[in-house]
């Protein structure tokens, strides 16, 4: 250790020192961040890698390209207003008999058929029928010959917006929208529409599951921000026992309770408040029921934590100043539970977006949210393309919102910290 | 006497009152499902109903007879420890570092660090199938560690964060001073005082990894399924007395988890309150 004289500042001596202990402070950033290295490295390949991944598969499309390779290339310079030439033909015959010995073609018509109904149709059967390479010059007519559909224009741009190697198309998809022969974005033929709905569901349901919990979190927050803390501790269980316990558990719970013949509907029956058991699960009501369940220790918690810093006092100032109770409450005490009820609101309603189990397990066919059909192209049809896509606008909204909630609860640590 | 009781207007009384009312209704909404599955498991008949015919443990008999739920259970338990193990050497490190690192890019690296909370179960159990399935992780018990050790570390990394904001460094500084290697320091002052916050950070790591189902969906061959997953399938399929008696079990390990966190913040608080 170095040290100065306390008599002078002596320049020679002082550089240098300052020198090294922006050295010394550098070592310790550095050894700061070979602490925290391992885990970025670790979620690189655990976390962010397969989300990038996921994001990427929603604008692959190298299939069809992979399949068809001479078609594809043909077409680059086709003008996509009359039907293409001679060449393309040929080159669609060249790669049918290639993909056919490779046993490929089931690649290229699953992608062409999500976006022409029908195309692995038109594929199979001219793979089947094309029994050797036409002579050159007559591939046009031998093919349209085969099956009038390659005399088609949509046929070829289907084709050719199938062609990567990147593509709109599942996004799109997602949000209802397909292009046409053209080449415009227009609305998907109603069959396939079905995404904006799951979309407006899933917010629909995450919206009542957060007024819900807001409506019956709200007094419960409030009671045990002002009871005895030796009594709101004890009380602190019926919220932290629920929070704690498994999922699984609580969403079995709740089918137990409200299935035809369980505990709530024959109560009710027994009491004869009602004749015939109603039906309690496996519809919407189910679901907001346990969501709402399941959900609601997420704002009592960030409720609870706001209520708590406001001063009694400031009521107490109130009232003595001559306003009346319900003033009082509505005028100062509401706004100051403003930013707990922004963040209880807002967590609710993030999580309650991604939510699978408890609607896959408690809800009907059409109380389905988005996640559900993430899982079921992913797993069931494997149009993993859509999945991503699909996927993508979740996460989309679900960082957007996360974004507004971590600004919402910092301001809420800055001002808390300057009131205290 | 609390603040409620010195209500003057019959108003106030009455809105009290409403408050009370309500919040009892809330408390045993939250609590009554948990509380109303219990006694079905020991009941002896085979009806998810009440009364009960009669008392058993038939169903508990069931489930420790069953390799399919025994497995599942010690399925659980394997991952679960695993991945604790392995979230709080990942988690510890980074919220050490975390604590000294000084940069305008912190907020974004701490964003991301956490960022498995917030992100859809789903939309992490599609990019993890995706990406494992080629490198042969999915069906494994090693994919499905990794997988939860992602989505627990964040836990570990705020607890033990929380518990170093608290930590005064002086001590660490004067441990230095009086010639105690870094290893040293760490091991006789650092980590006996940041030991609750590590063993919160474990409990929280294990409750995330025993409660996932999601990605135990996607990912877990049949040799790998979870107890919540077992579960899942169970109320697919048909609710047998067994998954009640599963429940009781699961909720079993959430009380001990609570109460022993619950342990930990009554002893820190005291520590705290007798330093004041």
Known sequence: MTVTSPTGADVSTEVPLKRRLRRAERTRQVKALALVAPLLVFLLFTFAGPITGMLWRAVDDREVRQVLPHTIAALADWNGKDLPDEKAYAALASDIQAARAAGTIAIAAKRLNYALNGFRTILTSTSRNLKAMPQAGTAKETLGKINPAWRERSTWTTI????????????????????????????????????????????????????????????VAYLLATLPPVRSNLLMIFVLLPFWTSLLVRTCAWIVLLQSKGVVNDSLLWLGIIDAPLRLIYNRFGVCVAMTHVLLPFMILPLYSSMKAISPAYMRAATSLGAPPLTAFLRIYLPQTLPGIGAGSLLVFILALGYYITPALVG????????????????????????????????LATLLLALVYGRLVQGQQVTGGMKN | MSDHSSLRTPSQRIAWTATLIVSTLVFIFLIAPILAIMPLSFSSGSYLTYPLPGLSLRWYDDFI?????????????????ASTLLSMVLGTLAALGLAQWKSRF???????????????????????????????????????ILAHTALATPFVVITVGATLQSFDTNLARAAASLGASPIYAFRRVILPLILPGLASGALFAFATSFDEVVIVLFMAGPEQRTLPREMFSGIRENISPTITAAAVILTTVSIILLATLEALRRRNERLKGGGA
Do not use: H
């Not at chain 1, 062609?163 to 799109?172: A, H, I, K, R």
């Not at chain 1, 059409?366 to 192209?377: G, K, P, V």
């Not at chain 2, 069953?66 to 679960?80: A, D, T, V």
């Open chain 1, 364 to 395: 009907g066919a059409a109380d389905q949210m988005i996640s559900y059909f993430i899982a079921l192209y992913t797993t069931e049809t494997a149009n993993w393309g859509l999945a991503s896509a699909l996927g993508a606008v979740l996460l």
């Open chain 1, 160 to 219: 050719k917006d199938a062609g990567g190697p990147v593509t709109g198309f599942y996004l799109l998809a997602a949000l209802d929208l397909t292009r046409n022969a053209d080449g415009a974005v227009v609305a998907a033929p109603p069959d396939q529409a079905i995404y904006r709905e799951v979309f407006t569901r899933t917010f629909v349901i995450s919206l009542s599951v957060t007024i819900l919990c807001l409506i019956l979190g709200f007094p």
């Open chain 2, 106 to 144: 912190k907020p974004l690296v701490l964003a991301f660090v956490l960022s498995p909370v917030v992100v859809p179960g789903v939309i992490t159990a599609v990019g993890l199938y995706f990406f494992f399935a080629p490198i042969g992780l999915t069906g494994s018990y090693v994919g499905l």
């Open chain 2, 65 to 81: 007879n069953s390799p399919r739920w025994m497995n599942s259970l010690k399925n659980s338990m394997i991952i679960g420890i």
